[in-house]
């Protein structure tokens, strides 16, 4: 059991029947009554933000998360295959777990599987960035600068970005991918 005092950033906890992460939290000593804790939490199964205030006397469970490296192989219709690097071990992936992300991955790509202690698998997490080819975008057209403004594009796994005007398709360009957002030509 974990108090108020235990909690911290990317901690994840059992409560109200679901699994949180604690995204940040304050801790608050006014100058009467009790100490109290604001956070925000989120859910880990649906994505859902959450603030809450804990008390001293509140207590919950903290889940130990298991994070592990695994192989993206290959999709099989709505689930996508993963091996373990160390065993060669496969595993299916539900396309629902996934989620928005799967436009972000490549074959043979190395992401990190989040599971908790029963083996149920929460989440994933992608490398920060990634190296992608434009399969289609508007020509360049003289007169367009290398500053300012951009055009639509689309890579080869069919994800729609945001491109400098220089951006030609066939091209290799790095994605962040946490905002989705072009950083550089590759």
């Known amino acids: 059991m974990a108090s108020m005092s235990d909690i911290r950033n990317g901690m994840v906890i059992d409560f109200k029947d679901d699994l949180w992460e604690v995204v940040e939290f304050l801790h608050v000593k006014p100058g009467k009554g009790p100490a109290f804790m604001r956070s925000k ?3 880990l199964r649906n994505g859902r933000l959450l603030e809450n205030t804990f008390r001293e006397s509140d207590s919950f469970n903290e889940v130990r998360i298991e994070r592990t490296k695994k192989e993206y192989l290959y999709r099989e219709g709505d689930f996508f295959v993963l091996m373990d690097t ?3 071990e496969q595993m299916h992936v539900d396309k629902a777990t996934i989620g928005d992300k799967e436009k972000l991955m490549q074959e043979n790509m190395e992401i990190t599987v989040a599971t908790t202690p029963s083996g149920e698998i ?8 990634v190296i992608q080819t434009i399969a289609e975008c508007e020509p360049n057209v003289k007169g367009n600068t290398a500053s300012g403004g951009g055009k639509v594009a689309f890579t080869e ?6 491109v400098p005007f220089f951006v030609e398709a066939g091209e290799k360009i790095k994605i962040d991918t946490r905002s989705c957002e072009y950083i550089e030509r590759a």
């Open 41 to 43: 939490l989120k859910n």
């Open 86 to 88: 160390e065993n060669y």
């Open 122 to 129: 929460i989440g994933i997490d992608l490398p920060t960035t």
């Open 157 to 162: 796994t069919g994800l729609r970005i945001m």
